[in-house]
């Protein structure tokens, strides 16, 4: 059975750091890609970060850019995600997710980080 | 990046009604291998999106033959031929031709 199992979210003031964590389990995990979408309350969905499987080749939303660092572990099947110099706009529930197992894709059920002071 | 654009924003519906959605893209999502990249999701209150079709027409595992998608290039839909009290939830298009994956702004589908 697969799952992802996020863990890391919590309140940061402006300005302030935090670290994702995704717990990966059911699927060769070295082989895909692996994304993290979020979405801000009462709002849509917004992807935020790819990595790539064996290459570790990343990928990042503009609003990101620059502020975020997606990085893989494939020996213990997690992925990260690093928000630095976060925003009020940056406040959402963030996913991990490998859409791409078709005739499936999976989702964790969420890690919410709010911004505020 | 690709813009999708859905359509209707609300969908009133009564149970055993049929039900359609539509997504337009900024860009064809047909790839030579002949597989349209746009996938089908539900967001039901308070869970993570559940993939419904893939590849633009493609049942994903466990949902129900009620759900069904078509549309090529540039042009989707989604039907559902009757609707269910279960099925209320925010439906999305997304787009997977790009690494920069893009949604649809979201149809919320409730009950009259």
């Known amino acids: 059975e697969v799952q992802l199992l996020e863990s890391g979210g919590g309140l940061v003031q402006p300005g302030g750091s935090l670290r994702l964590s995704c717990a990966a389990s059911?699927?060769?995990?070295?082989?895909?890609?692996m994304t993290w979408v979020r979405q801000a309350p009462g709002k849509g969905l917004e992807w935020v970060s790819t990595?790539?499987?064996?290459?570790?080749?990343?990928h990042y939303a503009d609003s990101v850019k620059g502020r975020f660092t997606i990085s893989r572990d494939n020996s213990n099947s997690t992925v990260s995600l690093q928000m630095n110099s976060l925003r009020a706009e940056d406040t959402a529930v963030y996913y991990c997710?490998?859409?791409?197992?078709?005739?499936?894709?999976?989702w964790g059920l969420g890690a919410l980080v709010t911004v505020s002071s | 990046d690709i813009v999708l654009t859905q359509s209707p924003l609300s969908l009133p519906v009564t149970p055993g009604e049929p039900a359609s959605i539509s997504c337009r893209s900024s860009?064809?999502?047909?790839?030579?291998?002949?597989?349209?990249?746009l996938d089908w999701y539900v967001q039901k209150p308070g869970q993570s999106p559940q993939l419904l079709i893939y590849?633009?027409?493609h049942r994903a595992s466990g949902v129900p033959d009620r759900f069904s998608g078509s549309g090529s290039g540039t042009d989707f839909s989604l039907k559902i031929t009757r609707v269910e009290a279960e099925d209320v939830g925010v439906y999305y298009c997304?787009?997977?031709?790009?690494?920069?994956?893009?949604f649809g702004g979201g149809t919320k589908v409730e009950i009259k």
């Open positions: 059911g699927f060769p995990f070295s082989n895909y890609a």
């Open positions: 997710t490998n859409p791409y197992l078709y005739p499936a894709a999976y």
């Open positions: 590849w633009a027409s």
């Open positions: 997304m787009q997977t031709v790009q690494t920069a994956l893009t």
């Open positions: 860009q064809s999502l047909l790839q030579s291998n002949g597989y349209n990249y």
């Open positions: 990595i790539r499987g064996r290459t570790g080749e990343t």
